[in-house]
């Protein structure tokens, strides 16, 4: 009986910390069209709910990777309640894939629900489809689920993972919620 639990409890955490991945195609555009959009949405995130405090963004064109390390805060206040203080910090890489048409894949770089990262993967390419000029309803841009096994998700050790093209400066936008 014991050993049902452990297997039952490990499923359940399987089933919610199980890394996926977002792709979308953007057909009819050229590969630095596609790149450039890329880093501009990195860059410049827009939330309409929540603020951005920290946006970390670094580019590797040759690999087409793009890593962004992102926090957010936001104050949600119901009806009736005390307004709740909400935080969430996101880790991923968006990967050029060099396909005809271009290809992008978005990978959270943490343990996430899946239905979170669908979220973030969702708005980032919304926003991708937008600067690219691409209607809402249009077929392009189409995005593809992609479920990946449990096991190919990668633990990152910041000390052993190479980053280029550091920054020298970091975008950094404070907001006093509090109003002091």
Known sequence: MHSLRIMLVLSVGLLFAGCSSRTATF?????????????????????KDWFVFENEVWTNRPSGEIEIHRFLRRDLVRVGQDPQRQEE?????VTFEHTDPPTLKFTARQ??????????????FADMRNILGIEADSESGEVEIIDLEV?????????DDEVSDVP???DVELIDLDGR
């Open 168 to 170: 020298v400066e970091v």
């Open 89 to 93: 910090r996101w880790n991923f890489r």
């Open 151 to 159: 096991a190919e998700i990668e633990e990152v050790d910041p000390a």
């Open 27 to 47: 057909p009819g555009f050229s590969d630095p069209e596609v790149w450039n959009a890329m880093v501009t949405v990195a860059k410049n995130p827009e939330y």
């Open 111 to 124: 343990v996430k629900i899946p239905g979170h990262l669908w979220r973030e993967a969702d708005r980032y």
